[in-house]
């Protein structure tokens, strides 16, 4: 063993289970090998039709291909696309049984009677009828919801609500998500994006007022009429039963939403005039008011005005954002840069809010089972303060960057006191129109749609809209090239300072880019950001890979020590690396950059039946869109994949085969370095496997689950999320482009998301590129995964984006062409 490997905490081949470098001896499908299986006990499985389960995903044949990028490209895939799939269950989620566990047999492999056409409107759904929602009892802790009268127009409320970190529109460069498409013919009309739109012109803040003269109004103002105090018991039921009876006026109900949807967490501009000890009396008089756990008014709130205290904040405060700021990798990093994240020094008064979690002493009513709820409590009157600046004229900001107990021992708190919120209170010169984080492309807003579920997480819409799951949505969502662009992307490079076609395959990428966001130029793609997917595979037990399972958590540990290759080359591009659990079989440290998105410890092994149920290959599918999604809305605007997996050449290679129809020999590959004999009995598991399964290609989904792993099936997730946000997504080695085949065949509009980054030494991955029409832009012989030669990709996706942003055109230059 090296002294690196020491270092990195990884197994070596020989480590661990006592098998030698080389073994190729085969374990024989058997009982005992499936008893030691590790796929999860979820409902379905080999329990038949009855239980939960993910319906086949089926279209009928594939609509004519749309013009791509190249129209002289071989079509994609022949097979029929996309289709029914629902997540949708009456039972929640099952949680994932720790490892020890005995698991249950593997299920048989699955047939799905109940094929129904994508979008039929036949649809059978698994959902009970919505209730009518009724108005709830007004209380404490739950304000009743203002219901419009049933003859009344709505109110005008936006679209959407807000919360903070914020919006997206105001700054059409700060925008990835899908924009204008494209069918044809070419239209200028853009497609709605996937984002909510902007706030309605009546949204437009005011200018900021001037700082009030104080005619001090009474602390509990009392402009309207207050109706009689509601008694519990029949007489409050009856009251409550006319859905109307304690709405507020339509011009009051404005004023509520207008106040919520106006207020920003605001960092610069603000102005230098007092606060008047009226106005912050007010203000916190409302927070006080907030609802809380058991009655309980955890809060207290320190106003800070000297300049010392205020002065020592600061510092903290600077320092953690200046750690903060080393750690970020480059596109952030020059993002973060450019934002200020406080204002102690530059406002009038500061306000601590803080938590007794105590309060109340023994007879916690609510706090008993929730002990955090004394924390939420104590925000709601953050946010009570926050809409009752606003509704003064106040500016806000909201700062976070202190260690607590820091804080607390700066400001002298008693030791059973928590600060919640140190707020930066002052009035403004204006309110920013969104949220300046978004203003920034620091963060987008995400739609309401993706945060609504019904009855069961995962079955999503607005309400009164039918629920979706999310990969139906996501599929639809995918749409060709946007033509306009593209053309526009073809007539600048025409006129570029440079020889025509010197770019060579960075025009055609430039082109593809311009194509995909709709814009011409295309914006930069960054900040990237790789998603490592990190799972399991049983087939590891038939002697396919030298190195034994634990090396996946090995390496998972590796990759959030910083420690990986996929690190040091994600630094070198200025790429952020995010991991995620799908089905590593370990529990694995809680920790920043680790998304614990475990579906299964594992899968079971594909050569004795499938190796997922369907409902682990949805779960994982949708944990992949999911993580696009997220990454996308976090400001990513180039996605990149990456994936750890013991074993999972061996799961590429039969998915590749699948897919493409190839023969197990010509895609299966040496993985890690198998010997010729282990690799020979390699391409006779793939064989088996794709024999014990019954394999059809026309149900991705199926395929995925037969014999695909749980990182497979998140990857094609996540290309899918891609393409449907229209963010570019550069794919890795034969395990990302295997699932990027799976993607294809669901959507094969997806491949025009796609953007091959390297071209690996597997067999397998050249076959599913040539498959996808895929050309990689590296070739440098590596195999490793993890990302690593997608993310040595990137700086060619941004060079050629940046090359049609940049160069001037000869008409610009003043340089005569030729001809
Ligand atoms: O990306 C590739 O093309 C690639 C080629 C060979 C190996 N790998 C990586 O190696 C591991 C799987 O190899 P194996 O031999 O155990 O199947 C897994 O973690 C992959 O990321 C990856
Ligand atoms: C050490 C090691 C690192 C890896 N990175 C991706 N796959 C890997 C497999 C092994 C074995």
Request: charged share 20%; with cysteine.
């Amino acid at each position: 063993m090296t002294g690196d490997d020491r270092d990195s905490g990884v197994a070596e081949p020989e480590d661990g289970r006592g098998r030698p470098q080389g073994r190729w001896d085969v374990v024989p499908p058997s009982g005992d090998a499936l008893a030691g299986g590790l796929l999860d006990d979820l409902p379905e499985q080999g329990r038949g039709a009855g239980a939960l389960r993910y319906p086949a995903l089926r279209t009928p044949q594939a609509a004519p291909r749309r013009p791509g990028l190249n129209p002289d490209r071989p079509p994609v895939d022949p097979l029929p696309r996309v289709a029914q799939w629902s997540p949708f269950s009456q039972q929640g989620r099952p949680s994932v049984p720790a490892p020890e566990e005995p698991s249950e047999p593997p299920p048989e492999p699955v047939r799905q009677p109940n094929v129904i056409p994508f979008r039929s409107a036949t649809v059978e759904r698994t959902l009970p009828p919505r209730q009518p929602v009724q108005p709830s009892p007004p209380s404490d802790s739950v304000p009743p919801p203002p219901a419009p009268p049933q003859d009344a127009p709505a109110p005008s409320v936006p679209a959407e609500p807000e919360t903070d970190g914020e919006t997206v529109n105001a700054a059409a460069a700060a925008v990835p998500f899908p924009d204008p498409v494209e069918t044809e013919p070419a239209t200028e009309e853009p497609v709605p994006a996937l984002l909510e739109p902007a706030p309605a012109a009546e949204a437009a803040p005011e200018a900021a007022p001037e700082p009030p003269e104080p005619p001090v109004p009474p602390v509990q103002p009392a402009s309207t009429p207050r109706p009689a105090p509601l008694q519990p018991g029949p007489q409050y039921l009856e009251q409550s039963a006319a859905p109307a009876a304690h709405a507020y006026s339509e011009a009051e109900r404005a004023t509520v939403y207008r106040a919520i949807r106006e207020r920003r967490d605001v960092r610069a501009g603000f102005r230098p005039d007092p606060v008047p000890d009226a106005v912050l009396t007010r203000v916190l008089q409302a927070a006080h008011q907030a609802p809380s756990v058991g009655f309980s008014q955890p809060w207290d709130f320190v106003v800070i005005s000297d300049s010392e205290v205020r002065t020592r904040v600061r510092d903290l405060v600077q320092r953690q954002s200046e750690d903060y700021a080393r750690a970020l990798p480059g596109a952030r990093a020059r993002a973060f840069s450019g934002l200020k994240v406080e204002a102690i020094l530059d406002t009038p008064v500061n306000v601590v809010v803080t938590v007794d979690p105590t309060r109340g002493g023994r007879p916690s009513l609510g706090r008993h089972a929730q002990p955090h709820a004394a924390g939420y409590s104590a925000a709601l009157a953050v946010e009570n303060l926050w809409l009752a600046a606003r509704a003064e004229g106040l500016g806000v900001g909201w700062v976070s960057f202190s260690a607590e107990r820091e804080l607390a021992r700066a400001l002298d708190l008693p030791p059973h006191l928590q600060v919640v919120a140190y707020l930066c209170v002052g009035y403004v010169e204006d309110f920013p129109t969104e949220p300046e984080l978004s203003l920034g492309g620091w963060a987008q807003r995400r739609p309401l749609s993706w945060a609504v579920h019904h009855d069961h997480y995962g079955q999503r819409g607005l309400p009164g809209e039918q629920p979706t799951s999310l990969l139906e949505e996501t599929v639809a969502a995918i749409a060709p090239l946007n033509q306009r662009a593209v053309g526009e992307a073809r007539d600048r490079q025409a006129r570029m300072t440079k020889p025509a076609g010197s770019l060579g395959v960075l025009e055609d990428l430039s082109a593809q880019l311009a194509g995909l966001t709709g814009e011409c130029p295309a914006p930069l793609p960054e900040p990237a950001t790789v998603a490592v997917f990190a799972a399991d595979h049983g087939v590891e037990a038939q002697g396919v890979t030298i190195w034994p399972r634990e090396v996946t958590a090995q390496m998972v540990r590796n990759f959030l020590a910083g420690g990986a290759v996929v690190n040091a080359f994600a630094a070198q591009v200025g790429a952020e690396v995010t991991v995620v659990d799908v089905g590593v079989v370990e529990d694995l440290p809680e920790g920043p950059g680790l998304l614990p998105r475990k579906i299964a410890r594992g899968t079971a092994d594909m050569t004795l039946g499938p190796a997922m149920t369907r409902t682990q290959a949805g779960y994982a599918l949708e944990a992949g869109i999911e993580v696009a999604r997220d990454l996308v809305a976090a400001g990513n605007r180039c996605l990149v994949t990456g994936d750890m997996g013991i074993a999972n050449t061996t799961a590429s290679a039969a998915l590749v085969a699948a897919f493409t129809g190839q023969d197990p020999a010509v895609v299966t590959g040496r993985g890690t370095g198998v010997d010729d004999a282990m690799h020979e009995h390699k391409i006779e598991i793939v064989r088996a496997a794709l024999r014990v399964n019954s394999i059809d290609p026309h149900d991705p989904v199926g395929v995925l689950a037969a014999v695909g792993g749980l990182e497979h099936a998140a990857l094609t997730g996540f290309i899918l999320g891609a393409a449907a946000l229209r963010v570019p997504v550069v794919i890795d080695g034969v395990i990302a482009a295997s699932a990027a085949l799976a993607a294809v065949a669901l959507a094969p509009d997806a491949v025009h998301a796609c953007i091959a980054g390297h071209r690996s030494t597997e067999p397998g991955h050249t076959v599913a590129l040539d498959h996808l029409a895929l050309r990689p832009l590296v070739d440098l012989e590596m195999r490793l995964g993890e990302g690593s030669g997608a993310l040595l990709a990137v700086p060619l996706v941004q060079a050629a984006a940046r090359a049609l942003r940049d160069v001037a055109t000869f008409d610009d230059a003043g340089i005569a062409q030729r001809g």
